[in-house]
């Protein structure tokens, strides 16, 4: 079946403007999160989506940060005014049940989207 | 605060030479371990979860073992397209209000296998 999608695989853009990043989840998936991932570090946990409510926000990094899901599947991850600091790979990823109720639920992750600020 | 501690960072191999790499954690309570493979340009592909000491799963030539302290991955016979950066992640029981917590990723080893 189709996995995780993401769009676009790249984006270049300068500093001060805004970016949109686009996440499809693996279809019936009810849990969605984004990461970031900066070379030669781990992946950073950004937001977490259950259906299309954000529990958790704690990881995006300021308010220039926001994220929203819609009909319990696609989602957007805003970044306005970007720094030169926002440049990494930010990954989405999608799991069946999500992050509470005892279980650990495997998350399936995106390609990525390769953001560059100059 | 929950840690994961990867080891080696970059491990080269001939086509062939078995080894292990491994995963150190500090939680408070785990609910899972998992292992993820991530080739270049590509986002991170589920090898493996693991749920309690004493647990092995295995695929193809991966092995993966768990203790209360750290996971395993053995590689056995590797051939070039095992050549990848390999990814643990923890789960730990929630001890927020929450009542969940996050996955923690380790930094990776990178494994380059030569034939």
């Known amino acids: 079946g189709a996995g995780v999608s993401q769009s676009p695989s790249n984006k270049v853009t300068e500093k001060g403007k805004d970016v949109e990043l686009r996440c499809d989840p693996i279809s019936g998936h009810t849990a969605l999160y984004w990461y970031r991932q900066r070379l030669g570090q781990g992946l950073e946990f950004l937001i977490y989506f259950q259906g299309n409510s954000a529990p958790d926000k704690s990881g995006l990094p300021s308010d220039r940060f926001s994220a929203e899901r819609t009909g319990e599947s696609v989602s957007t991850l805003t970044i306005q005014r970007t720094q030169q600091e926002d440049s990494a790979v930010y990954l989405c990823?999608?799991?069946?049940?999500?992050?509470?109720?005892?279980?650990?639920?495997?998350?399936?992750f995106g390609p990525g989207t390769r953001l560059t600020v100059l | 605060e929950d840690q994961v501690t990867q080891s080696p960072e970059a491990l080269r191999l001939q086509e062939g030479e078995s080894s292990s790499l491994n995963c150190s954690y500090t939680?408070?309570?785990?609910?899972?371990l998992f292992w993820y493979r991530q080739d270049p340009g590509k986002g991170p592909e589920f090898l493996f979860t693991l749920y309690s000491a004493g647990e092995e799963k295995e695929k193809e030539r991966l092995k993966a073992t768990l203790t209360k302290k750290e996971s395993f991955l053995h590689i056995t016979a590797p051939k070039p397209e095992d050549s990848a950066t390999y990814l643990c992640a923890v789960q730990a029981r929630s001890t927020s209000n929450s009542g969940y917590s996050t996955l923690t990723f380790g930094k990776g080893t990178m494994l380059l296998v030569s034939p």
């Open positions: 990823a999608s799991s069946l049940k999500g992050l509470a109720g005892g279980w650990a639920d495997t998350q399936y």
């Open positions: 939680v408070s309570g785990l609910r899972g």
